[in-house]
């Protein structure tokens, strides 16, 4: 039997995922003394990492909790993980803990007594009294990764948190239809109208074991000219589909709150905003592809045009580009305003009118700010949020707990859309393939009250699509 591996962990592992502990299966894993230095000097304050902190020492607590010094020296047995998902495989590893110093001195490739370089030769040290048995140190942080490479220790990054392997699998929410579709599953079809006289079809064919609740279907046209058929997948069971019509909102006469859709990708996008059955949806997309424009104008017109909504609430992660500017004077939404740029900008657009004066501008724009509502994610813990529109910006930089936190807060007859691009994450640890943007995208796809389009196109400007394709 081929023995199993020693993970010696590293603090940030811990304070990112606390339940790391129980992701090794059978291999052993080992914690070095100063990884607890850094977790008790961490467990202060109200931050998400000093929270994760305090969780990972409370679950040391647990399984140390009646164990004497020579059980903790032979290692502590990990349970089964916690609440874990069907077909993932528990834990049957031991945990151990630095009990004696190093036999070892650092390298003098090592200067100093930085607890990075504490933590590498304490692997050092496991590495000299194991030889039989394959060492890595697991750590996200990249410049320790490199410097345990330089001195003999094999390392890796935390990729239990991956959703995917490569960004290039992450369901876009759309696909194409081949261009002899009726003719492979056309025989047995089915048509009728809907109560709202939308044309629904039900097709049989293998493409449908492919298709996805809510992903829209383009059927190319003939022409050049023509945009051909654009559908939406409404039940599916096995190699039977129910295929529905979408509306058309690049049409001159179904603009959402005086806009349009510009291509495709964006008429995918307003069907999900205005459909009453879609509770949740996410759009990604490069900057200037429309995603804030179409979803500030949907929610305006689903909460003043129509009494679905009580009122909009537009929430950010508050993580700077460069450097942070300091402590901001007022209220919470007062906070908030120079954070909210991109809703200040959209506002404008979907309100200029070259008809209306200064007296009709100044009565709309008081009254969206009684309907339009900005918070801070800092204060979402608790809150129940009922018949809102909740638009969640930048959530590229929300970690998949975040991002659990924030969809739980939904009461009945909200909606909550999501918008990030996963090419400006600013959050440290987080990559394209570890965000929580990305982790909701996979988690929810099926879902038949949950929905997602990927933007393609931008359409802010010529200059802004040119930049974003050379630059």
Same mark, same amino acid.
């Given at each position: 039997? +081929?023995?199993?591996?020693?993970?010696?962990?590293?603090?940030?592992?811990?304070?990112?995922?606390?339940?790391? !502990?129980?992701?090794?299966?059978?291999?052993?894993?080992?914690? =070095?003394?100063?990884?607890?230095?850094?977790?008790?000097?961490?467990?202060?304050?109200?931050?998400?990492?000093?929270?994760?902190?305090?969780?990972?020492? @409370?679950?040391?607590?647990?399984?140390?909790?009646?164990?004497?010094?020579?059980?903790?020296?032979?290692?502590?047995?990990?349970?089964?993980? &916690?609440?874990?998902?069907?077909?993932?495989? &528990?834990?049957?590893?031991?945990?151990?803990?630095?009990? @004696?110093?190093?036999?070892?001195?650092?390298?003098?490739?090592? &200067?100093?007594?930085?607890?990075?370089?504490?933590?590498?030769?304490?692997?050092?040290?496991?590495?000299?009294?194991?030889?039989?048995?394959?060492?890595?140190?697991?750590?996200?942080?990249?410049?320790?990764?490199? +410097?345990?490479?330089?001195?003999?220790?094999?390392?890796?990054?935390?990729?239990?948190?991956?959703?995917?392997?490569?960004?290039?699998?992450?369901?876009?929410?759309?696909?194409?239809?081949?261009?002899?579709?009726?003719?492979?599953?056309?025989?047995?079809?089915?048509?009728?109208?809907?109560?709202? %006289?939308?044309?629904?079809?039900?097709?049989?064919?293998?493409?449908?074991?492919?298709?996805?609740?809510?992903?829209?279907?383009?059927?190319?046209?003939?022409?050049?000219?023509?945009?051909?058929?654009?559908?939406?997948?409404?039940?599916?069971?096995?190699?039977?589909?129910? !295929?529905? #019509?979408?509306?058309?909102?690049? /049409?001159?006469?179904? =603009?959402?709150?005086?806009? /349009?859709?510009?291509?495709?990708?964006?008429?995918?996008?307003? $069907?999900?905003?205005?459909?009453?059955?879609?509770?949740?949806?996410?759009?990604?997309?490069?900057?200037?592809?429309?995603?804030?424009? !179409?979803?500030?104008?949907?929610?305006?017109?689903?909460?003043?045009?129509? =009494?679905?909504?009580?009122?909009?609430?537009?929430?950010?992660?508050?993580?700077?580009?460069?450097?942070?500017?300091?402590?901001?004077?007022?209220?919470?939404?007062?906070?908030?305003?120079?954070?909210? %740029?991109? !809703?200040?900008?959209?506002?404008?657009?979907?309100?200029?009118?070259?008809?209306?004066?200064?007296?009709?501008?100044?009565?709309? $724009?008081?009254?969206?700010?009684?309907?339009?509502?900005? *918070?801070?994610?800092?204060?979402?813990?608790?809150?129940?949020?009922?018949?809102?529109?909740?638009?969640?910006?930048?959530?590229?930089?929300?970690?998949? +707990?975040?991002?659990?936190?924030?969809?739980?807060?939904?009461?009945?007859?909200?909606?909550? #859309?999501?918008?990030?691009?996963?090419?400006?994450?600013?959050?440290?640890?987080?990559?394209?393939?570890?965000?929580?943007?990305?982790?909701?995208?996979? *988690?929810?796809?099926?879902?038949?009250?949950?929905? /997602?389009?990927?933007?393609?196109?931008?359409?802010?400007? *010529?200059?802004?699509?040119?930049?974003?394709?050379?630059?």
């Amino acid at each position: 039997m +081929k023995p199993s591996r020693i993970f010696v962990l590293d603090t940030n592992v811990l304070m990112h995922d606390p339940s790391s !502990l129980f992701r090794f299966e059978e291999h052993d894993l080992f914690i =070095p003394m100063v990884v607890l230095e850094e977790l008790d000097a961490a467990k202060k304050g109200t931050s998400e990492v000093s929270r994760n902190a305090r969780q990972v020492s @409370r679950v040391l607590d647990d399984l140390m909790r009646g164990r004497g010094h020579a059980e903790i020296k032979t290692g502590l047995p990990l349970p089964a993980v &916690p609440n874990s998902t069907q077909g993932e495989s &528990p834990a049957t590893g031991h945990l151990f803990f630095q009990t @004696r110093p190093p036999d070892l001195t650092l390298p003098d490739v090592l &200067p100093g007594n930085k607890p990075d370089n504490s933590i590498l030769l304490t692997a050092l040290s496991v590495q000299q009294e194991f030889p039989e048995r394959k060492l890595t140190l697991v750590s996200k942080d990249i410049n320790l990764r490199i +410097k345990s490479a330089i001195v003999g220790v094999h390392s890796e990054d935390y990729y239990n948190d991956q959703v995917l392997d490569d960004l290039d699998l992450l369901y876009r929410g759309y696909d194409d239809l081949p261009a002899d579709f009726w003719q492979s599953h056309g025989e047995t079809m089915e048509s009728w109208q809907d109560e709202l %006289g939308r044309a629904c079809y039900r097709v049989k064919g293998p493409l449908a074991r492919e298709w996805t609740q809510n992903e829209f279907l383009h059927l190319p046209g003939e022409t050049s000219a023509d945009r051909g058929l654009e559908l939406m997948v409404q039940n599916l069971n096995g190699e039977t589909g129910e !295929l529905r #019509v979408i509306r058309d909102f690049r /049409h001159g006469k179904t =603009p959402v709150w005086g806009i /349009h859709a510009k291509n495709r990708e964006q008429n995918f996008a307003l $069907n999900l905003l205005m459909d009453p059955e879609i509770d949740f949806v996410t759009l990604l997309g490069a900057a200037g592809t429309g995603k804030t424009l !179409l979803t500030l104008a949907a929610g305006l017109a689903q909460t003043l045009d129509e =009494p679905r909504f009580r009122e909009i609430i537009m929430t950010r992660v508050t993580v700077p580009v460069g450097e942070d500017i300091g402590f901001l004077p007022g209220t919470e939404e007062e906070k908030m305003t120079p954070w909210m %740029g991109a !809703l200040m900008d959209n506002l404008e657009v979907l309100t200029q009118t070259s008809e209306a004066g200064d007296w009709e501008r100044a009565a709309t $724009n008081d009254l969206l700010s009684k309907r339009i509502k900005i *918070r801070s994610l800092n204060f979402m813990r608790g809150r129940t949020f009922l018949n809102r529109f909740i638009i969640v910006d930048e959530a590229q930089n929300l970690t998949s +707990k975040q991002m659990r936190t924030m969809i739980t807060r939904c009461g009945p007859g909200t909606k909550m #859309v999501c918008l990030g691009n996963l090419g400006q994450i600013d959050t440290p640890y987080l990559s394209e393939t570890t965000s929580g943007l990305t982790y909701v995208v996979d *988690r929810f796809r099926g879902w038949p009250h949950g929905g /997602h389009v990927t933007l393609a196109r931008g359409e802010r400007s *010529r200059l802004a699509a040119f930049a974003s394709d050379v630059l």
